[in-house]
């Protein structure tokens, strides 16, 4: 079955750091990656995504390259900010179902936390 | 637009007990989902929907039970609460653009249970 494995946390960086946070799948066929963002008390939201081989998806500073020949889909950020605190969720959707549905298998996220 | 909206917030129950989690979102999005989210661990799926009418399970579906009467509400029963239980859900919605595409989920702010 699918699976998404991600860079264990937590991660604690200075500001104006350069970011990386690792994450490698398994699949079968063609599927769609994503980074989704929690920030403390909230629940997830889409940070970015990539649905084809070496699509690049990106927002806020951070971007991710969909590697089909590494299967890996790292994030990374040149310069981090305290706002970017929160935990970082690595995914993958499923194209397999019959109605079309796009479930997503996550990994077991990354806290990121930023000092001053 | 409220996006997802889940009631309540918080909540403890004893063992045995039985509640119901709401779920609304005004986006008119036909698919729903529910999740949770274990300490450490990425969201795993219990539920879904396609529709008014269509539940299917997910990956963890024992214990639980759903409706979808309407397209905007998705309530997540638990009959028979059990410790193993505890954890956060995760109400979530999306509008599929079609067969081996995606839209993204749009997530609620999570409703914290603990069963004691």
């Known amino acids: 079955g699918n699976s998404v494995t991600q860079m264990e946390g937590p991660v604690t960086l200075s500001e104006e750091a350069f970011l990386t946070i690792n994450c490698t799948y398994t699949?079968?066929?063609?599927?769609?990656l994503f980074w989704y963002v929690q920030y403390p008390g909230e629940g997830l939201q889409l940070l970015l995504k990539?649905?084809?081989?070496?699509d690049k998806g990106s927002n806020k500073g951070f971007e991710a390259t969909y590697r089909k020949e590494t299967t890996s889909f790292h994030l990374e950020k040149g310069s981090v900010q305290v706002s970017d605190s929160a935990v970082y969720f690595c995914?993958?959707?499923?194209?397999?179902?019959?109605?079309?549905?796009?479930?997503?298998?996550f990994g077991t996220g990354t806290r990121l936390t930023i000092i001053p | 637009n409220a996006g997802v909206t889940q009631t309540p917030k918080f909540r403890i129950l004893k063992i045995g007990q039985s509640m119901t989690l709401q779920c609304t979102q005004d986006?008119?999005?036909?698919?729903m989902y529910w999740y949770r989210q274990d300490p450490g661990m990425g969201l795993k799926l219990i539920y879904y929907?396609?529709?008014?009418?269509?539940?299917d399970k997910g990956e963890v579906p024992n214990g639980y039970n759903v409706s979808r009467s309407t397209t905007e509400d998705f309530p997540l029963r638990l009959e028979l609460a059990a410790p193993s239980q505890t954890s956060v859900y995760f109400c979530?919605?999306?509008?599929?653009?079609?067969?081996?595409?995606?839209?993204?989920?749009?997530f609620g702010p999570g409703t914290r249970l603990t069963v004691l």
């Open positions: 979530a919605s999306s509008y599929p653009l079609g067969w081996g595409t995606y839209n993204e989920q749009f």
């Open positions: 699949a079968t066929g063609y599927p769609s």
């Open positions: 995914a993958l959707s499923d194209r397999g179902s019959n109605f079309g549905n796009e479930k997503l298998t």
């Open positions: 990539a649905t084809k081989a070496d």
């Open positions: 986006m008119n999005h036909n698919y």
């Open positions: 929907s396609v529709g008014a009418g269509i539940t």
